[in-house]
C-alpha cells in the first residue's frame, strides 16, 4: 500500500465553476477525513466517514460542500459554485477509530 | 470543545540547539495526543504520540511527554539538525473521535547551520 493518495494535486478554476477532488485511503483504514488547510494555519475539519457513512460535518462546512464515500472505499470533495475564499490545500487523511490519521498530499485549489 | 495552543513562530535555532516546541490543550475526557511534521511542499507526517497520561512518545530523536496535570505535550529535542525546518503541528482527538484531530496553527521551525 502506497498511502493515502489525492487527485488531482493542483486545480485552477474560475469563480462560480464547480471542483471535484478525489482520495483513496489506505484499504484497511476503516476511517476517512476531510481537513482545509490555508497559509500559516494548521488543518481544519470539514467532515469524516466511517466506512461509508459520514458522521460528523463542520459548521465550516457550507451547503456548497459536499463529500461522499461510496462503498466505504474512495472519496470525493466537491464544491459547487466556487469562490475566491475557497482556495485552500485540501487534504484527505485515514485511519482508524480514536486514533492518529495518515494524510495525503493534498489538493491545491486556486480560484480565479 | 477541543483545542489546541502551541507557541508561535518562527522559531529559529542553530544547529545542535536545544529545543522546546510548547503546546497545551483542552478537550472532553482524555484524548490522544499527536505531533505531526510538515517539510517544504509536502504531506503532513506523524511524528509521535501518546495516548494516555504520562506516556512518553518519541521519534527520530523528538520527545513529548502527555501531561495530564498541566495539558501539555511539549516537543523536545536535544540537539536539532538544519534538516529538522519544518512547520510542527500539535493535534489531539478525543475518545469517541467525533471532529476527528484538531490540530493547533503550526510552528515555523527554522534551523541554522
Known amino acids: 500500500d502506497t498511502g493515502v493518495s489525492q487527485n488531482p494535486r493542483h486545480k485552477i478554476t474560475k469563480r462560480g465553476q464547480n471542483v471535484t477532488f478525489r482520495c483513496d485511503p489506505i484499504s484497511e483504514h476503516n476511517r476517512l477525513y476531510w481537513y482545509r488547510q490555508t497559509l500559516g494555519q494548521g488543518p481544519e475539519f470539514l467532515t469524516y466517514f466511517q466506512n461509508e457513512a459520514q458522521l460528523e460535518k463542520s459548521r465550516l462546512l457550507s451547503d456548497r460542500f459536499s463529500a461522499e464515500r461510496p462503498k466505504g472505499s474512495f472519496s470525493t470533495l466537491e464544491i459547487q459554485r466556487t469562490e475566491q475564499g475557497d482556495s485552500a490545500m485540501y487534504l484527505c487523511?485515514?485511519?482508524?477509530?480514536?486514533?492518529?490519521?495518515?494524510f495525503g498530499q493534498g489538493t491545491r485549489l486556486t480560484v480565479v | 470543545g477541543n483545542s489546541v495552543t502551541q507557541m508561535e513562530g518562527p522559531v529559529t535555532l542553530s544547529e545542535e540547539a536545544f529545543l522546546t516546541i510548547n503546546c497545551t490543550y483542552t478537550a472532553t475526557g482524555y484524548p490522544s495526543l499527536f505531533w505531526y511534521v510538515q517539510y517544504p511542499g509536502e504531506g503532513l507526517q506523524l511524528l509521535l504520540k501518546?495516548?494516555?497520561?504520562?506516556d512518553k512518545g518519541s521519534n527520530k530523536g523528538f520527545e513529548a511527554t502527555y501531561r495530564k496535570e498541566t495539558t501539555s505535550f511539549h516537543l523536545e529535542k536535544g540537539s536539532v539538525q538544519v534538516s529538522d525546518s519544518a512547520v510542527y503541528f500539535c493535534?489531539?482527538?478525543?475518545?469517541?473521535?467525533?471532529?476527528?484531530?484538531?490540530f493547533g496553527k503550526g510552528t515555523h521551525l527554522i534551523i541554522q547551520p
Open positions: 493535534a489531539l482527538i478525543s475518545r469517541g473521535g467525533a471532529d476527528g484531530l484538531t
Open positions: 487523511a485515514s485511519g482508524q477509530a480514536n486514533t492518529e490519521a495518515f
Open positions: 501518546a495516548t494516555k497520561a504520562d
